[in-house]
T-cell receptor, first 113, second 115 residues
Framework: DVKVTQSSRYLVKRTGEKVFLECVQD?????MFWYRQDPGLGLRLIYF???????EKGDIPEGYSVSREKKERFSLILESASTNQTSMYLC????????????FGQGTRLTVV | AQKVTQAQTEISVVEKEDVTLDCVYE???????LFWYKQPPSGELVFLIR??????QNEISGRYSWNFQKSTSSFNFTITASQVVDSAVYFC????????????FGTGTKLQVIP
């Protein structure tokens, strides 16, 4: 079974803090993704990576950056957290083929106060 | 640009009722893939089914069935004899063949099955 593990289930951070969300996968998948999920908006793609050290902006990259130093690990970074970044963050992996499904982590619910 | 619309935000049904979740999509690609995912209260999205644009055959898996109609750009999901364990948020998604594995998700339909 594919395992996608996000480092925290719940996080509470203060405005202005630098926040790291970590995601680790064990299936050697090429692609990794970060989404945020908000009520009424569904899942929106923040960033994705198709190889080590490679990254591409998704639909809502502003205020975020990512790091992929190793194939199995993909980090989402909030450089200076703001209250409008309070959300559920979902990491996903995929084989890179468009006809295959994505595998998701359990999500991190981030609250910025 | 591609788009997925799930017009039903929330649905409540009584256990054992049948329920259909609607999904309408837009894409200019001739080759594309449609997916349904289930997100239970635990939070992790779970893959349910995939369909490619050349295969309009409907599919049944136990109490779940899917109706794909290219003429109406719809990919609807029916749960027969619903159970409390079906309570979840369901997402329809679209992936096209343009480059990387980009997936567009709908806004989700929250299904509550009442005992």
């Amino acid at each position: 079974d594919v395992k996608v593990t996000q480092s925290s289930r719940y996080l509470v951070k203060r405005t202005g803090e630098k926040v790291f969300l970590e995601c680790v996968q064990d299936m050697d998948h090429e692609n990794m993704f970060w989404y945020r999920q908000d009520p009424g908006l569904g899942l929106r793609l923040i960033y994705f990576s198709y190889d080590v050290k490679m990254k591409e902006k998704g639909d809502i990259p502003e205020g975020y950056s990512v790091s992929r130093e190793k194939k199995e690990r993909f980090s989402l970074i909030l450089e200076s957290a703001s209250t409008n970044q309070t959300s559920m963050y979902l990491c996903a992996t995929g084989t890179g083929r468009v006809n295959t499904e994505a595998f998701f982590g359990q999500g991190t619910r981030l609250t910025v106060v | 640009a591609q788009k997925v619309t799930q017009a039903q935000t929330e649905i409540s049904v009584v256990e054992k009722e049948d329920v259909t979740l609607d999904c309408v999509y837009e894409t200019r690609d001739t080759t594309y893939y449609l997916f349904w995912y289930k997100q239970p209260p635990s939070g992790e999205l779970v893959f349910l089914i995939r369909r490619n644009s050349f295969d309009e055959q409907n599919e049944i898996s136990g109490r779940y069935s899917w109706n794909f109609q290219k003429s109406t750009s719809s990919f609807n999901f029916t749960i027969t004899a619903s159970q409390v364990v079906d309570s979840a948020v369901y997402f329809c998604a679209l992936s096209s063949s343009g480059g990387y594995q980009k997936v567009t998700f709908g806004t989700g339909t929250k299904l509550q099955v009442i005992p």
